[in-house]
């Protein structure tokens, strides 16, 4: 472990001043959320933007007084400038092991979008070159830090449900034509884009990982879906002979909802995965249901304020650059079933840390921003 890497000595400094961000990448989720995001996440403060639109860095480094802005040329150059501490890599995922990399060997810390990569190898090198160069790597779950989800957890752990049994989920949406999640060059795929979501609310519901996986993946024809899936359903088993089953769609209408079925109740998280819109819960117990409404928030500002934390205190990002794996392999495995149309058994895989109502972070939503040539990918918005 080389202790001469720049993160170490700005680390050390960075502990009575705020941490410095890169956004690398300034497509629709860093325009929509995490650039307005830093006006919630005092402790942390926008240097540079990254990105090969000169458009974009111009009117954008204008609207949020970023001092500079590189292109992806020029990404090294940032990186090595000494006027940053960490990057918030939002690019398409095809990109995210290169880019993670790269600012790892310069001592850079790193917090990048899930999911963390396309292959359980390009996981393994992002995590490698952290530990190796000493720097700390997060991936962005926001709902790891979201009230609504974590108290779900918190209640199918508290017994009120009885024996959970079983988890079932549908997110789906209209995806544009064009979008980079219908490429699969870039990593595209529902499971990639949104079935990360079902398969990472399961997994900490039931505080497991699955044993064994099977899929089926559909597609209606159309052009836009010539290189992706336009439909996956999954099964999931897990230890104790509990099952978690989804559906994700880039083709269907506007939905986004999760169930837990245990022996006494069950709850809805309806809508679950959402950031732009209030979540609810509909807890039935003993025939009798009471719905609450958890109000709409920012929900990026969180995972800054968190990781900064980390990179000034030293401690551990939890979710970790091991809980991305932990969902990539899940998805692999579930492309690799549907292509077989076989059941695929899964390693084992050690995963003890969970989030928590700890990790809770509340912050007032914001304001929509107006977005300088990017797009929302459904069609609806």
Same mark, same amino acid.
């Given at each position: 472990?080389?202790? !001469?890497?720049?993160?170490?000595?700005?680390?050390?400094?960075?502990?009575?001043?705020?941490?410095?961000?890169?956004?690398?990448?300034?497509?629709?989720?860093?325009?929509?959320?995490?650039?307005?995001?830093?006006?919630?996440?005092?402790?942390?403060?926008?240097?540079?933007?990254?990105?090969?639109?000169?458009?974009?860095?111009?009117?954008?480094?204008?609207?949020?007084?970023?001092?500079?802005? +590189?292109?992806?040329?020029?990404?090294?150059?940032?990186?090595?400038?000494?006027?940053?501490?960490?990057?918030?890599?939002?690019?398409?995922?095809?990109?995210?092991?290169?880019?993670?990399? &790269?600012?790892?060997?310069?001592?850079?810390?790193?917090?990048?979008?899930?999911?963390?990569?396309?292959?359980?190898?390009?996981?393994?090198?992002?995590?490698?070159?952290?530990?190796?160069?000493?720097?700390?790597?997060?991936?962005?779950?926001?709902?790891?830090?979201?009230?609504?989800?974590?108290?779900?957890?918190?209640?199918?752990?508290?017994?009120?449900?009885?024996?959970?049994?079983?988890?079932?989920?549908?997110?789906?949406?209209?995806?544009?034509?064009?979008?980079?999640?219908?490429?699969?060059?870039?990593?595209?795929?529902?499971?990639?884009?949104?079935?990360?979501?079902?398969?990472?609310?399961?997994?900490?519901?039931?505080?497991?990982?699955?044993?064994?996986?099977?899929?089926?993946?559909?597609?209606?024809?159309?052009?836009?879906?010539?290189?992706?899936?336009?439909?996956?359903?999954?099964?999931?088993?897990?230890?104790?002979?509990?099952?978690?089953?989804?559906?994700?769609?880039?083709?269907?209408?506007?939905?986004? +909802?999760?169930?837990?079925?245990?022996?006494?109740?069950?709850?809805?998280?309806?809508?679950?995965?959402?950031?732009?819109?209030?979540?609810?819960?509909?807890?039935?117990?003993?025939?009798?249901?009471?719905?609450?409404?958890? &109000?709409?928030?920012?929900?990026?500002?969180?995972?800054?304020?968190?990781?900064?934390?980390?990179?000034?205190?030293?401690?551990?990002?939890?979710?970790?650059?091991?809980?991305?794996?932990? !969902?990539?392999?899940?998805?692999?495995?579930?492309?690799?079933?549907?292509?077989?149309?076989?059941?695929? &058994?899964?390693?084992?895989?050690?995963?003890?840390?969970?989030?928590?109502?700890?990790?809770?972070?509340?912050?007032?939503?914001?304001?929509?921003?107006?977005?300088?040539?990017?797009?929302?990918?459904?069609?609806?918005?």
């Amino acid at each position: 472990m080389n202790t !001469d890497k720049k993160s170490v000595r700005d680390t050390s400094s960075a502990r009575n001043r705020k941490v410095r961000y890169a956004i690398v990448g300034l497509g629709y989720i860093a325009q929509s959320a995490v650039l307005p995001a830093f006006a919630n996440a005092k402790n942390s403060e926008l240097l540079a933007l990254v990105s090969d639109d000169a458009t974009k860095l111009k009117t954008l480094s204008k609207k949020y007084k970023v001092p500079l802005t +590189f292109s992806f040329e020029d990404y090294d150059l940032c990186l090595s400038s000494g006027e940053v501490d960490a990057v918030y890599i939002a690019l398409p995922n095809s990109m995210h092991r290169d880019y993670s990399v &790269r600012a790892c060997e310069q001592g850079i810390h790193v917090l990048c979008e899930k999911p963390m990569a396309v292959t359980e190898a390009e996981c393994k090198d992002m995590i490698n070159a952290a530990v190796d160069n000493n720097v700390k790597l997060m991936v962005a779950y926001r709902l790891h830090f979201e009230e609504a989800n974590l108290k779900a957890i918190e209640l199918t752990q508290s017994g009120k449900l009885g024996d959970v049994r079983a988890f079932n989920s549908v997110f789906t949406m209209q995806v544009k034509e064009g979008d980079i999640r219908v490429q699969k060059e870039l990593g595209g795929g529902t499971l990639y884009d949104i079935g990360i979501y079902c398969i990472n609310a399961v997994r900490n519901i039931f505080r497991a990982e699955p044993v064994e996986v099977f899929a089926l993946s559909a597609n209606n024809g159309e052009k836009r879906f010539e290189e992706i899936d336009e439909m996956t359903s999954a099964i999931l088993r897990f230890p104790g002979d509990r099952l978690a089953s989804f559906t994700t769609s880039f083709g269907a209408a506007d939905i986004s +909802f999760y169930e837990i079925i245990g022996t006494d109740g069950t709850l809805r998280v309806d809508p679950a995965y959402e950031y732009a819109d209030d979540l609810k819960h509909q807890l039935t117990l003993k025939g009798k249901t009471r719905e609450r409404v958890f &109000r709409k928030r920012d929900q990026f500002a969180p995972e800054l304020i968190y990781f900064s934390d980390c990179v000034t205190t030293g401690n551990d990002p939890e979710p970790s650059g091991t809980e991305g794996l932990a !969902d990539v392999r899940i998805i692999r495995a579930l492309y690799k079933s549907a292509e077989n149309g076989e059941p695929v &058994r899964m390693d084992n895989f050690e995963k003890e840390e969970r989030p928590t109502m700890e990790q809770e972070i509340h912050k007032m939503p914001v304001d929509k921003p107006r977005l300088v040539r990017a797009a929302a990918p459904s069609r609806k918005d």
